[in-house]
């Protein structure tokens, strides 16, 4: 987008602090656009087995220089205050938005959330939304204009022509292990499935229990550790099935990495990137029985290879850089959209 505005536009991040941020901190090293990390005093909240963070700036830069604003975050105090602040030095702003749910993460803050989201969606200019999900919630929650520009990521490192072959299956899950990923509705889904193999990518504090879960029920499952992100585009086209079960998840970057790299996704209700998907692909949260008709429908490599070919000829081109950037930048130069 820096490019498609030609230098127009400067990126503040508030200063990096939890483990769930290290991957962007990365990414900022290779940055080639102009930005500002805004030195912020972190606050965590221990409400959960999956803990959030907030992130109170110490001092903002004068928001009234510019001609609008872009809120993008968790959508909480910080981004309200920051939108007001805008509003009060005149500045219209805009809100990019993955959010799908008023209790992702933890859910007792969810009476909190209502208020703050009712206010800074029928405060702004424009949502820009990630997903039709996404949009359903900001249209009620009080958003009185939406653009939906789905949510995505550097797709070109995993572009890859994988050819399906062979009886075996190969599963894998990628993310971190803990209670609301649900992973152990795979291990449940494919007991008894010996032609099936079964790979986490991760960690976290679900581990043990998945491991004593797999020995209970003679599933063979590969525990392979956390792995640089890095690596993972050439790991991830080794296997057939990507599977992402989780309940709340705001959207999921892996499902189009996995698109890309020619890995059949399958992901649970709840999941924000189902929207990009067909039906066939989308089973019940948190249900094994529903996790194992998808996967054994998938048993065929030559159906694997056509969901494959049709999600990247249909659904794919949706979720570019290229097309996100555009749509952005037509938004921010106040192109009618």
């Known amino acids: 987008m820096s490019k498609k505005l030609e230098g127009d536009i400067r990126f503040y991040f508030l200063a990096k602090g939890s483990k769930k941020r290290r991957g962007w901190e990365d990414s900022l090293k290779d940055a080639e656009f102009d930005y500002e990390i805004l030195d912020s005093t972190p606050f965590e909240i221990k409400i959960s087995e999956d803990p959030g963070y907030w992130f109170f700036p110490k001092k ?28 009060s030095e005149g500045t219209g702003y805009i809100i990019w938005s993955e ?8 859910p007792i803050l969810g009476i909190l959330r ?37 949510t995505t990521t550097d797709i070109k490192p995993f572009l890859y022509e994988k050819s399906h072959t062979g009886k075996c299956l190969n599963l894998v899950y990628l993310g971190r292990l803990i209670k609301r990923k649900r992973v152990d509705t795979i291990i449940r889904a494919i007991e008894g499935l010996n032609w099936v193999k079964f790979y986490i990518v991760g960690e976290g504090e ?28 050439k790991i991830l086209r080794k296997f057939d099935i990507l599977v992402v079960p989780s309940e709340g998840e705001v959207f999921g970057y892996v499902v189009i990495e996995a698109i890309a790299s020619g890995v059949l996704p399958i992901v649970s209700d709840e999941v924000g990137a189902k929207d990009l998907l067909f039906e066939e ?31 990247k000829g ?11 950037a555009e749509k952005f930048a037509k938004v921010l130069r106040g192109a009618s959209t």
């Open 60 to 87: 903002l830069p004068n928001l009234g220089e510019f001609k609008r604003i872009v809120i993008s975050g968790g959508l909480t105090p910080v981004e309200l205050f920051i939108a007001l602040k805008g509003i």
């Open 281 to 311: 692909l989308i089973f019940k949260v948190g249900d094994p029985s529903s996790l194992r008709e998808k996967i054994l429908n998938f048993m065929d490599p030559r159906k694997r290879m056509e969901f494959i070919k049709r999600l």
């Open 206 to 233: 679900e581990k043990e229990n998945l491991r004593d879960l797999a020995e209970k029920l003679k599933v063979q499952v590969d525990f392979m550790g956390w792995l640089d992100y890095k690596l993972v585009p």
């Open 99 to 106: 959010a799908t749910n008023i209790f992702d993460g933890n």
């Open 314 to 324: 249909e659904r794919l081109p949706l979720a570019t850089p290229e097309i996100w």
């Open 114 to 150: 209502i208020p703050i989201r009712f206010l800074l969606f029928s405060m702004a200019d424009l949502v820009v939304c990630g997903s039709p999900s996404a949009e359903r919630h900001a249209k009620k929650l009080g958003a009185r204009r939406t653009l939906l520009n789905f």
